[in-house]
């Protein structure tokens, strides 16, 4: 009944290619509704972190395991990391401070933390995912 289809490293390629393309235009279009629901439409926050929190899955998943299992993206040093970091958290405060004015210093925790916090976790897992997947294919290179 079923047939077993002999499949050549091209034709898992192609697949391969077809369904990342398909996961990222997935990936954007959610981004997208996100915003227009956020800014166009003006729905509260809190009515869309299950999409939020979906869409951040699937993002951090996808680029962990590139990461880790690719091993073929960079591992910063730590004046790449701290680069990185300054433009994320640059580009976050400043749009938050575009959009939103300046908030006050007693407001920190749900203001400047985020801001400045969260580029910090961005750019660590990055950090360590990619460290991660260097030294694994190192290992298999050496075996």
């Known amino acids: ?27 954007l279009l959610l981004a997208g509704v996100l915003f227009y629901r956020l800014y166009v439409l003006g729905q509260p926050d809190g009515e869309l972190r299950d999409i939020q929190v979906v869409l951040a899955i699937s993002i951090f998943g996808y680029m962990g395991t590139q990461l880790y299992l690719g091993g073929i993206l960079p591992v910063p040093n730590l004046k790449g990391a701290l680069i990185a970091y300054g433009i994320l958290a640059g580009l976050v405060t400043g749009v938050s401070l575009i959009a939103y004015g300046i908030p006050p210093l007693s407001d920190w925790a749900n203001t400047w933390l985020p801001a400045l916090l969260g580029p910090a976790i961005m750019v660590g897992l990055y950090s360590l995912f990619a460290w991660l997947g260097k030294r694994r294919i190192e290992r298999q290179i050496e075996e």
């Open 1 to 27: 009944m079923l047939n077993r289809f002999n499949v050549d490293e091209r034709s898992r390629q192609t697949a391969t290619r077809t369904a990342y393309f398909f996961l990222h235009i997935t990936q």
